[in-house]
């Protein structure tokens, strides 16, 4: 059974930060891109991060370079994938989704992606 399970989502105040983590399993994620996706009330859903599947390769949306940090865990059967998110801001504010690629590299289109998790909510407020 395949489940991405996304946690560490919370309300924080502007320039505070927050560390989403997700844990993969059910399927050998250790050989899969993987990123995270957000979507606002009323927006669609857009790339944040995404990394490739040993971790050598990253990708980031420009309203969070420098600021945001995509990472992950292979070490064990459950993959983990991280996103650490400083500096937040209040249009960070939105369901944060990560998703699974059955491939190696990453993209940074959702309709890339394969798996995804059920979300969690970030609130940054001003």
């Known amino acids: 059974q395949v489940q991405l399970v996304e946690s560490g989502g919370g309300l924080v105040q502007a320039g505070g930060s927050l560390r989403l983590s997700c844990a993969a399993s059910?399927?050998?994620?250790?050989?899969?891109?993987m990123g995270w996706f957000r979507q606002a009330p009323g927006k669609e859903r857009e790339f944040v991060a995404a990394?490739?599947?040993?971790?050598?390769?990253?990708?980031?949306a420009d309203s969070v370079k420098g600021r945001f940090t995509i990472s992950r865990d292979n070490a064990k059967n459950t993959v983990y994938l991280y996103l650490q998110m400083n500096s937040l801001k209040p249009e960070d504010t939105a369901v944060y989704y990560c998703?699974?690629?059955?491939?190696?590299?990453?993209?940074?289109?959702?309709?890339?992606?394969?798996?995804w998790g059920q979300g969690t909510q970030v609130t940054v407020s001003s």
């Open positions: 059910g399927r050998t994620f250790s050989n899969y891109a």
């Open positions: 990394i490739s599947w040993n971790g050598g390769s990253t990708d980031y």
């Open positions: 998703a699974a690629r059955s491939r190696g590299y990453y993209s940074v289109l959702w309709g890339g992606y394969d798996y």
